[in-house]
C-alpha cells in the first residue's frame, strides 16, 4: 500500500517562507503527475499545485508566483517552495497524484501569522 508523508509545516509570520516536502513510499510515482493539496478549516480540499513526470508545472492563481513545486524522482519526493506566505494559506497540505490515486497521508499543518 502506498504511504503519503508531508512534513516541512510549521509557524511562520505573514512574508515568511517553508519549504514542504513529501515522500511517497512506493507506487509509480516517476510516471505520475503529482500534486500539492490544502485544506483550510471549515473549506473543501483544493490542488494548489501539480507536476507532470516531464516537470511541467501549473498552479492555482492564488500561489502563481509564490510557491514553487518541484520532484526528485530518484526519491519518490516531491516539494513546495512557498515564498511570501499570507495568513489565508493558513492550511493542512498535503501531497498526491493529481487524480488523487493514493491514500490521503496525514499532512502538514501550515499556518502564517499577520
Known amino acids: 500500500q502506498v504511504q503519503l508523508v508531508e512534513s516541512g509545516g510549521g509557524l511562520v509570520q505573514a512574508g515568511g517562507s517553508l519549504r514542504l516536502s513529501c515522500v511517497v513510499s512506493?507506487?509509480?510515482?516517476?510516471?505520475?503527475?503529482m500534486a500539492w493539496y490544502r485544506q483550510a478549516p471549515g473549506k473543501q480540499r483544493e490542488l494548489v499545485a501539480s507536476?507532470?513526470?516531464?516537470?511541467?508545472?501549473n498552479y492555482v492563481d492564488s500561489a502563481k508566483g509564490r510557491f514553487t513545486i518541484s520532484r526528485v524522482n530518484a526519491r519518490n519526493t516531491v516539494y513546495l517552495q512557498m515564498n511570501s506566505l499570507k495568513p489565508e494559506d493558513t492550511a493542512v497540505y498535503y501531497c498526491?497524484?493529481?487524480?488523487?490515486?493514493?491514500?490521503w497521508g496525514q499532512g502538514t499543518q501550515v499556518t502564517v501569522s499577520s
Open positions: 507536476i507532470t513526470s516531464g516537470g511541467k508545472t
Open positions: 498526491n497524484t493529481e487524480k488523487e490515486s493514493w491514500r
Open positions: 512506493r507506487g509509480f510515482f516517476s510516471i505520475n503527475t
